[in-house]
Nanobody, 118 residues
Framework: QVQLVESGGGLVQAGGSLRLSCAASGRTFNSYVVGWFRQSPGKGREFVARIFWAGGSTYYADSVKARFTISRDNAKNTVYLQMNSLKPEDTAVYYC???????????WGQGTQVTVSS
């Protein structure tokens, strides 16, 4: 099992910034890629960004490209999501997830709420 704990959510005005953290523990050898997803009321879960522990390769959804940056600290088993130029439509519960591949996010965190006011 891999445990994930997100933190860093909150309320921010449009145009502001937040940094989310996702700390992994447990059997982290089962974790090769970490993704951030979000879900807002009435909408399905949406992919935001992902990063590989080895090499640090990243990929972003078009909706957040150039505004969000995903990074990792391998020594701390922690992945970050720096969110800049936030918009009201970024309001959602943000989840991090991990697994052996981008097709297998087997472990999920509990989520952290991000609210962007206009």
């Amino acid at each position: 099992q891999v445990q994930l704990v997100e933190s860093g959510g909150g309320l921010v005005q449009a145009g502001g910034s937040l940094r989310l953290s996702c700390a992994a523990s447990g059997r982290t050898f089962n974790s090769y890629v970490v993704g951030w997803f979000r879900q807002s009321p009435g909408k399905g879960r949406e992919f935001v960004a992902r990063i590989f522990w080895a090499g640090g390769s990243t990929y972003y959804a078009d909706s957040v490209k150039a505004r969000f940056t995903i990074s990792r600290d391998n020594a701390k088993n922690t992945v970050y999501l720096q969110m800049n130029s936030l918009k009201p439509e970024d309001t959602a519960v943000y989840y991090c997830a991990t697994g052996p591949s981008i097709l297998s996010y087997n472990y999920w965190g509990q989520g952290t709420q991000v609210t962007v006011s206009s």
